[in-house]
């Protein structure tokens, strides 16, 4: 298989990660290692940088750390697309046909896979991290790495006594070279990490650009503007769903404990509602739906065919006549996970039905690097108050693709908004957010503007939480949901 012709920016991140990393001529390598990050937006093609950067480096044992076992598949298959040869190595709890590959959890076994190889890939989960699989490993003789490349970077900062941050011992994991990528770099400083208690004399690992930090400095950056400037990822815009069913209403006033199941129903009915509303208006034809409760995502994806239906009945011009609905949480299996992902891009239900609009519910399962392909919208129907989680969140649905550009959409205070990804027409992408902070149970919400697209949504490092640029006269561009269907609650 011919290798991948590297894009522009994806030749000037791997020039810049191999002269940072490439050991110096003459001197020594430090104690620490060699150790670089690489911040690129979402959908910039990370993964083909850090392959590359591999080969260019001439690094022959290379481990590969991800966040989850769906990363950890998805990424050995962009490896070897990517153009990685050699023998490749999981460690996880992936067996049999959830995985092509040999993978282990066990200690004695990684490092007899490994041993015999001067060139091999190791995949491997944070998990392996938090268990001590690798660090034990490398006590009973697993050599060194030539280069670990650390995926989803930002998840390993914060305290350095927590169990992902040994990835950055060089005397627990050893390594001749560190590669840290991620597309929200996290900065902080002690009191920062939240839930945690302060420890006399802890240190933190922060993403400051440092060479002397445990990130090492940043050898290439490609920020979100600038990437939607130079045409490598969507512009998009905001759709803003107000809600106005008074059962709605009359939830927003009560806490939790307080919302009858009656109420709740309401809610939820509402929310499907502005959902298959703002689909029909605005061209969205694959939409990620983010909750926090699985019992809301299943009871969601239940309901929305009958919603749709309902609506379909009521104005056929407008609304879809077949839809599809789904949603994943942590708790399915790898194999199922990726069959509801097969069906949500095809746009083709189990018994083979096509349909014109597919929902895929999520459960902190899809935020973070999984590709989800053919996404044009992304959807809140539950408040998120993380910056990363948002920015990360958003990514799903901003990467490029051959015809006309993909849709973005969404997340609400209580009420849902949506992203859209801007259709090029004399001016690309002439709206724009930023998110702000706005209320106590929400700390960030969306504005929309009438300027280019390229500085609001940038997220800007600061200690321990990432801020967005602030704009100037911000309009907003509002579609309100109807009134639910009789019966629908």
Not at 94 to 123: Q, S, Y
Not at 270 to 276: C, D, E, G, M
Request: glycine share 8%; aromatic share 6%; charged share 25%.
């Amino acid at each position: 298989m011919a290798a991948q012709e590297l894009r522009p920016h994806q030749r000037e991140a791997v020039d810049a990660v191999v002269r940072a990393l490439e050991p110096p001529a003459r001197a020594l390598v430090p104690e620490r290692g060699l150790r670089t990050q690489v911040i690129m937006a979402t959908g910039s093609g990370k993964t083909l940088v850090a392959v590359r950067s591999a080969q260019e480096l001439h690094a022959g044992r290379v481990l590969v750390l991800v966040p989850s076992l769906d990363l950890l598949t998805q990424t050995e298959a962009a490896w070897r697309e990517g153009g990685r040869s050699g023998p490749v190595i999981g460690v996880s709890s992936l067996r049999g046909e959830e995985t092509g590959f040999p993978n282990t959890t066990d200690m004695d076994e990684l490092v007899a896979w490994v041993r015999p190889f001067d060139k091999i890939t190791v995949f491997a989960t944070y998990a392996s991290l938090g268990l001590g699989t690798l660090e034990r490993a490398h006590a009973a003789g697993l050599a060194a790495w030539d280069l670990i490349v650390v995926d989803e970077a930002h998840r390993t900062s914060g305290r350095i006594g927590k169990p992902w941050a040994v990835v950055h011992d060089n005397t627990r994991i050893p390594s001749l070279r560190r590669l840290y990528m991620t597309a929200t770099p996290r900065l902080w400083q002690l009191g920062n990490d939240e839930g945690q208690g302060d420890v006399p004399g802890e240190l933190v690992a922060s993403m400051d650009d440092d060479p002397e930090g445990p990130f090492g400095s940043r050898a290439f950056t490609l920020r979100l503007s600038q990437a939607i400037d130079r045409g490598i990822c969507a512009p998009y815009q905001v759709v803003c769903v107000d809600v106005t069913d008074t059962a709605l209403q009359a939830a927003q006033l009560l806490n939790a404990e307080g919302r009858t199941e009656e109420v709740r129903g309401a809610r939820l009915a509402a929310l499907q509602t502005a959902l298959v509303k703002a689909s029909a208006e605005e061209g969205f034809r694959r939409t990620l739906v983010f909750h926090h409760l699985v019992k809301e995502a299943e009871a969601y994806a239940a309901g929305l065919p009958d919603v749709a239906k309902r609506l379909h009945d009521a104005d056929p011009e407008l609304y879809p006549k077949t839809v599809w609905a789904n949603w994943l949480c942590g708790d399915h299996k790898p194999l199922h996970r990726r069959r509801v992902l097969g069906e949500f891009a095809a746009g083709i239900a189990t018994d083979g039905t096509v349909v014109e609009k597919a929902y895929l519910g999520s459960v902190r399962v899809l935020g973070e690097g999984v590709d989800t392909k053919n996404c044009d919208s992304v959807y809140w129907a539950d408040v998120r108050g993380s910056m990363p989680d948002l920015v990360q969140a958003v990514g799903r649905a901003l990467r490029m693709r051959p015809g006309p550009p993909p849709s973005v959409p969404a997340w609400p205070r209580e009420i849902p908004w949506a992203y859209k990804q801007r259709m090029p027409v004399q001016q690309p992408g002439e709206l724009s957010v930023a998110p702000r902070a706005r209320t106590t149970r929400s700390p960030w919400a969306l504005r929309v503007t009438r300027r280019r697209y390229d500085r609001s949504v940038e997220p800007t490092a600061t200690r321990g939480r990432l801020r967005a640029q602030r704009l100037r006269s911000p309009t907003r561009y509002r579609s309100s949901a109807p009134r639910l269907p009789t019966g629908s609650g």
